[in-house]
């Protein structure tokens, strides 16, 4: 409950900051606003004033969560109390049914109504197929128009990113749940370049190659589910599944500082050089007071390292083309995008 969280404020500029391409600072946390299907908008707007006043200031959205509507009355809140929108980082996402090249404007305009801002910070495409499938349904469920990704497809939705940015409704494009393969292709093909990608990081999904070929070409990694979404939906769940919040060696590190084992999460993805999204409408505060002092030492950073399970928990199902197939099919797991 949000009562017993201290609203001690913390000092937004003792927050590490990323210096994207640009020069642009983004802070080096975020709050995650995806509730998850089991926390109401209402409360996650709510989490976001109060994360606002105790010192946030990114905050990861996406049209797809549905409480865009909600939390955009928050920041009207969170402007008015003083805070100036340009000490903000907002970040939004196109959904999968808006890929269309008449989609992707309107779609950022209706995000932008509903945050009410007149910018974004960042706006990214929140998966490169633009396969719909309805909310909240179950891993199996498959869109008859699913298709595989296209790079031609993926390019007219990308030059209407770059629209975005020049008409000035956007600062800064990204991509999200890419690959390699793809993000070489779009790399050559790109007028303005993305800034930062979105993906899944945690002790148990590290991705050393995809996290240090972004880091190569000047993109900054945002890493979500960052605690390994110990409140995900059971639909995203399968036996294989580990939880990076109850590994020994996270479990001991955390007993040796003091902290929850979710604060080793976060502070080990703020010092590895991501910026972690954690959604919280209970512990945010410790999210950000944990990179105040006390950090994991080398020998901490080594010891996680080395506890990479390559466990994806988003393995997204609900995104493949053909019958048969398996969810690995979405992740180029052999360097190639897996052919249509
Ligand atoms: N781009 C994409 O495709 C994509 C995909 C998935 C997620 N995301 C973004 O990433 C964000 C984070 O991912 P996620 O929500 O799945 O997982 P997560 O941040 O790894 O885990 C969130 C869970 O951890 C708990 N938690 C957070 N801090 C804690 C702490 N200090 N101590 C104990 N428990 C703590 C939260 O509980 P309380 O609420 O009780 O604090 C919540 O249940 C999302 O909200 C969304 O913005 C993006």
Excluded at 11 to 18: G, L, Y
Excluded at 311 to 330: P, S, Y
Aim: with cysteine; proline share 8%.
């Amino acid at each position: 409950m949000s009562t017993a969280i201290s609203s001690a404020p913390i000092d937004p500029a003792a927050i590490p900051q990323r210096t994207l391409y640009t020069g642009a600072k983004m802070p080096a946390v975020g709050l995650g606003t995806f509730g998850s299907d089991h926390v109401s908008a209402e409360a996650i707007a709510q989490a976001v004033r109060d994360a606002a006043a105790i010192g946030y200031r990114h905050f990861d959205c996406a049209s797809v969560y549905g409480n865009e509507a909600q939390i955009g009355a928050a920041f009207s809140d969170i402007l008015q109390s003083g805070i100036k929108r340009e000490e903000l980082w907002v970040t939004s996402k196109l959904w999968n049914d808006k890929h269309g090249e008449d989609d992707v404007i309107a779609s950022c305009k209706q995000s932008l109504h509903d945050l009410h801002l007149d910018y974004l910070d960042l706006y990214l495409v929140h998966w490169p197929f633009p396969n719909f499938h309805p909310p909240h349904c179950d891993v199996t469920s498959r869109s008859p128009d699913a298709k595989p990704y296209i790079h031609e497809n993926y390019m007219r939705t990308w030059r209407k990113m770059e629209e975005l940015v020049n008409m000035g409704l956007v600062r800064h494009i990204g991509t999200s749940n890419m690959t390699i393969p793809k993000l070489k292709l779009l790399l050559r093909d790109a007028r303005i370049k993305p800034a930062v990608n979105e993906m899944e990081l945690h002790p148990h999904f590290q991705q050393p190659q995809l996290f240090q070929y972004v880091v190569e070409n000047g993109i900054q990694p945002i890493g979500y589910c960052p605690i390994g979404s110990p409140g995900r939906p059971e639909r995203d769940r399968t036996p294989e599944d580990t939880s990076p919040t109850e590994d020994p060696v996270i479990l001991e590190i955390a007993r040796r500082h003091g902290i929850h084992p979710a604060a080793v999460c976060i502070k080990w993805a703020v010092q590895r050089g991501q910026t972690p999204i954690p959604f919280s409408v209970n512990h945010y505060r410790d999210n950000l007071a944990c990179l105040l002092n006390d950090p994991l030492s080398t020998e901490e950073m080594q010891q996680i390292a080395a506890i990479d399970r390559n466990c994806r928990l988003i393995k997204g199902q609900v995104f493949l083309w053909k019958d048969g197939q398996t969810w690995e099919a979405l992740w180029d797991l052999n360097g190639e995008i897996t052919p249509a």
